[in-house]
């Protein structure tokens, strides 16, 4: 039987709890860092309080894709076979050959237009950033690099953002610890 044994540690800010079979692993949480609910004002909501509903979404509601196909497609593309870009190009205008019988299209023009409809989905939508960095530190007389002399871009999107997003989405409500811990083995406490 899997039982969760709160147990005080010999640190002040630190709880342990044993967790599987055998308790032969547990993990230690900082006191005050404990994952407890609160609603978007910061305020802690009672124990058992469950979370606001998501938002009603029609369910053949695909922004920002056309279609389930669309929508398929991109995911397809993108996230499973990771397609470079010439060889989206080759599909699709392959894709279209096949449509213009029909005066038909297939569901993108070319990759530009696959990664414009994905970057213009407005769920989780974390604009990126850049920077430029250079080097700007001493250099010896007989130094001749050129990485010294470039200029980087750098592109990013806020951190803080990106898992704001994350966790605001349905999908990880139940996969997510949001407490911090450290997970050791019993056998030798070594950190797992």
Known sequence: MDEHLHQPSPHADVDTEFFGRGNHLYHNYHTGL?????????????PGTPPPPPENLATD????FRNHTEF??????????QMPAGQIDWLLDLWASTLAKHNDNPPFADHHDLYHVIDSSPFGDVPWQRFAVTYDGKRLADEDKPWMDGKYEVWFRDPREVVHNM??????ANKIDYCPYREYSTEGDKRQ
Not at 72 to 81: G, P, Q, R, T
Not at 167 to 172: E, P, Q
Request: charged share 20%; aromatic share 16%.
């Open 167 to 172: 966790l605001a989405n349905s999908t990880y």
């Open 61 to 64: 509601d695909w922004m920002p």
């Open 72 to 81: 398929e497609m991109a995911e397809f593309l993108y996230k499973h076979n």
């Open 34 to 46: 404990n994952g407890r609910p609160c609603d978007v004002n910061g305020i802690f909501l009672p």
